[in-house]
């Protein structure tokens, strides 16, 4: 049995990287509902707050729930993309010969679709969260 300090540096371990089911830790498994329980009271707490936040960007921007959150998705779609393209041009240079490491396996027109890709779905992000803005 895990002692409570165990539990309590477990916790603090999952909120840095929430990326596991923390009730199934190796180690823990006597403590598995109570991880469980837990984790979902956290998960509701931070939907909560994550609610109210957007409500308050909302209220402050005076749009509505709706359209705050689609400009934020957009926003979020949009640097997702940028990034992408970001990546996709290194592999692009890296693809060409001209990154630190030589030329790569990669087909350079292969390596260049990718890069035109993200840049296009970065720039209808874009587009789109600028119309979702216009008041």
Do not use: C
Request: negative net charge.
């Amino acid at each position: 049995m895990a002692a409570s300090n165990e539990i309590e540096w477990l916790k603090e371990d999952w909120m840095q990287d929430p990326s596991y089911n923390i009730e199934v830790a190796p180690g823990f498994e006597e403590h598995r509902e109570e991880l469980r329980a837990w984790r979902f009271a956290f998960e509701a707490d931070y939907e909560k707050l994550e609610d109210e936040q957007l409500r308050a960007r909302a209220h402050h921007h005076d749009r509505t729930v709706e359209r705050q959150k689609a400009i934020e998705d957009a926003s979020l779609m949009e640097r997702r993309h940028r990034k992408a393209a970001s990546h996709a041009l290194q592999e692009l240079f890296h693809a060409a010969g001209l990154g630190p490491f030589g030329p790569g396996p990669e087909n350079l027109g292969d390596a260049l679709d990718v890069l035109v890709d993200d840049l296009v779905r970065s720039a209808e992000a874009r587009a789109e969260m600028m119309r979702l803005s216009a008041d």
